[in-house]
């Protein structure tokens, strides 16, 4: 593969718009990126779905929730290495409880891999081991799964492979049944010996997956080869992550999940009306309610990642901008053999999509 036909660069307007799902076009500028629930008549928000597709209800946030399009796009972190050696870069990666800014005016606790919610970006390269040096300072256990890699079973994150909390997690170690328990600290090795491609990293321990994503233990790994190096794709910058995670919100802004034990301790399971999973109201995208980019004349590339917990999203340009389409370049394991062209794209929870957008050039999407 040598070259990758079908990107566009820029058109007319200065900013791109980033509503519920947030897919972008590399560097249409003005390009509104919409999506909405299969079924919803909602337009490009998730907020009107009715949760059916879901077999339960959607759960109803009680806080003030802000304008569309008012808060800045968030992009996490790129995590250096602890340290190197000629084929192994070490990770340093703990997981804690901190209070962040979700909703304006309102502090959100949230588990975090380094505190943050996403989690910081591994940036790996193929062939290279990356070797995961995680702590668990949360009060319950953890797991780490290493979503889409090629990884040893001892590494792979198996729901009962525990990692307990660093104080007082000997009370927990009989739910580590046909796994393994470590008391603090684990070493997750991952070969990378696979294509370039988009990967995430989230919490499975048994039962409480689901809770414990919801609370924010989600970040991105990506990938790189020789093979993606030597085509023209956009880097630095303009190579983004978008992580979409719907959520609802208490009136205080805590996180609202239909938990059976909130303190996420022993009792594990949601009540009857969310057992095919949960969805909110709020659609957050790298942690922001419905936030917009500004962009330059330039191309992008967005790695969108659908991290809500059963909420499916069917990507789409503004209904303003008929004739517009987008560009998908990557899938889950990497990059495709060649371009396709979409005016809609579906995405289920854990799918990955490398993308980019095309529209006729002179049409600016209104706000």
Not at 105 to 133: K, Q, S
Not at 223 to 238: K, Q
Not at 272 to 301: C, F, I, K, T
Request: proline letters at 8%; charged letters at 20%.
């Amino acid at each position: 593969m040598t070259e990758l036909p079908g990107l566009s660069t820029g058109l007319d307007r200065r900013r791109f718009l980033l509503t519920a799902a947030a897919l972008s076009g590399a560097g249409a500028l003005g390009t509104v990126a919409g999506c909405k629930s299969p079924g919803s008549e909602s337009g490009a928000g998730a907020s009107g779905a009715t949760g059916a597709e879901f077999g339960g209800r959607t759960l109803t946030s009680a806080a003030t929730l802000p304008e569309r399009f008012s808060t800045p796009l968030p992009i996490p972190p790129v995590k250096r290495p602890a340290r190197s050696t000629a084929g192994t870069d070490y990770y340093d990666i703990t997981a804690r409880e901190a209070r962040v800014e979700i909703l304006p005016g309102l502090r959100t606790a949230v588990m975090g891999y380094d505190g943050i919610f996403p989690g910081p970006t591994i940036a790996a390269r193929r062939g290279r081991r990356t070797v995961l040096r995680y702590r668990n300072q949360l009060d319950v256990p953890t797991v780490v799964h290493l979503h889409g890699g090629h990884t040893p079973p001892e590494s792979d994150g198996f729901p009962t492979d525990l990692v307990l909390p660093a104080t007082g997690g000997a009370r927990f170690a009989a739910q580590a049944v046909g796994g393994t328990a470590s008391t603090g600290t684990r070493d997750y090795t991952y070969p990378l010996d696979q294509r370039a491609a988009t990967l995430w990293y989230h919490d499975h321990r048994m039962g409480f997956t689901g809770p414990q994503v919801w609370r924010g233990l989600a970040g991105f790994l990506l990938v790189t080869d020789d093979e993606e190096a030597a085509l023209p794709l956009p880097r630095a910058e303009h190579d983004i992550p978008l992580m979409i995670a719907d959520r609802a919100f208490d009136a205080d802004g805590a996180l609202r999940y239909p938990a059976m034990d909130p303190h996420l301790v022993s009792r594990a399971g949601v009540d009857a009306d969310h057992m095919a999973g949960s969805a909110g109201d709020v659609v957050l995208v790298n942690g922001a309610p419905w936030p917009e980019l500004e962009v330059e004349a330039v191309r992008y590339r967005f790695r969108i990642l659908n991290a809500s917990n059963a909420r499916r999203y069917e990507l789409a340009l503004d209904p303003a901008r008929r004739g517009g389409s987008f560009t998908q370049i990557g899938s889950d394991q990497g990059l495709l053999a060649a371009p396709l062209r979409h005016t809609t794209l579906p995405i289920a929870p854990a799918e990955r999509f490398d993308g980019s957008s095309t529209s006729p050039a002179g049409r600016s999407a209104p706000r």
